[in-house]
């Protein structure tokens, strides 16, 4: 088989091959994980992880994508002890049963070792299981060359979006206590609340169209641009100017932002990421994106959202068909009135939290 579920193809002719190529799909060696490979026509169209164990249905969404990306076969991949993997792998097994897709391999890996759950033939699938060898496969090589990488676990893929800690941290604190302030004093200088929220908006919508813009060209926000836009962003109507220009290139920016900003302000950021990276085909650094997201906000809205259609399966065409322009959100929420702020009110009230 070969795989397109990430670019550019890997030719897979063998159950070591497999267990090489996986890292490189879902981007870290995975440990007490599923993962289920869908092929249509022999290519692998998409890779999908669950971590271990999971509660009895975790994988009902896996029917409709079946359906929905027309997948005719799947190989399940299943790291751990056999307590934890069987019950899994036989779920995932009666799924596909039941929705008529064919499993060309199911198998086990643990401590260096294989075992077929469609294979009995003790010559070639031996009970003591197969031992096994990534780094003989040209799998890993060819990965590396065409610039695939695996983390080591997930944990690793966690820390590329973690907050940043030292001098830069000191920096976006005293940049976003200055951003702070400038708000709070002209919030209070205002004769008029709905203008004030009006004015705020129409700036806050300016500056996000300009972030993208400046990091389509290379550039990056300094520490006061990306101060202000993670104070815009806590109002609906402009982080929903952002949702609806979402764009493939746009992940680098709120990857940035959701370093960058205070803990307080990164539900917005980490869920545009969270999109972002979904749309590119990223759902795994997508859900560790909503994750940092709901750890600071359980209620963010957005972030929960997004995670239920990560939960089952869903395509981010789903709800990218679904937004609004730009144009068309200011009709479907109405003139800007002082109410807009209150998000963001609401988090200046908050403590300052200190990053790790």
Not at 66 to 86: C, K, N, S, W
Not at 114 to 135: I, M, N, R
Not at 322 to 341: C, I, K, Y
Request: charged letters at 20%.
């Amino acid at each position: 088989m070969t795989t397109n579920a990430s670019e550019p193809c890997l030719t897979l002719t063998s159950p070591t091959d497999v267990l090489a190529a996986v890292p490189y799909l879902v981007g870290f060696h995975p440990v007490d994980s599923l993962i289920v490979l869908g092929l249509t026509r022999g290519q692998a169209k998409l890779a999908t992880r669950w971590p271990l164990p999971f509660p009895p249905g975790t994988l009902e969404p896996l029917s409709a994508l079946f359906h929905r990306e027309a997948i005719t076969h799947i190989i399940l991949i299943g790291y751990g002890p056999g307590d934890r993997v069987t019950p899994a792998v036989d779920e995932a097994r009666r799924l596909a049963a039941r929705a008529g897709v064919g499993v060309d391999e199911a198998l086990r890996a643990e401590g260096g070792r294989y075992w077929s759950y469609v294979c009995d033939v003790p010559q070639c699938c031996p009970p003591e299981g197969t031992p096994y060898d990534t780094s003989t496969s040209q799998i890993a090589a060819e990965a590396t060359v065409h610039g695939l990488v695996a983390l080591p676990d997930r944990q690793s893929l966690e820390r590329t979006i973690a907050p940043l800690t030292g001098p830069v941290r000191v920096s976006m604190r005293r940049a976003t206590t200055e951003a702070v302030a400038e708000f709070r004093t002209r919030l209070m200088e205002a004769t008029d609340a709905n203008a004030f929220a009006q004015q705020f908006v129409t700036r806050g919508l300016v500056r996000v169209r300009a972030a993208l813009a400046t990091h389509a060209a290379g550039g990056r926000l300094d520490d006061a641009e990306a101060a202000r836009l993670g104070l815009d962003l806590a109002v609906i109507r402009i982080r929903d100017e952002a949702w609806t220009l979402a764009g493939d290139s746009h992940a680098a920016l709120w990857k940035d932002l959701t370093r960058r900003l205070e803990p307080r302000f990164t539900p917005p950021a980490a869920s545009l990421l969270a999109m972002a990276s979904w749309r590119t085909g990223d759902s795994v650094l997508a859900t560790i994106a909503l994750e940092r997201a709901l750890t600071t906000d359980p209620s963010y809205s957005m972030a929960n959202l997004l995670m239920h259609a990560l939960q089952q399966l869903l395509s981010p065409a789903t709800l990218l068909d679904r937004l609004p322009a730009p144009s068309e959100l200011d009709t479907a929420m109405g003139p800007v009135n002082a109410g807009w702020l209150i998000p963001l009110i609401n988090n200046l009230d908050e403590d300052h939290e200190t990053a790790a």
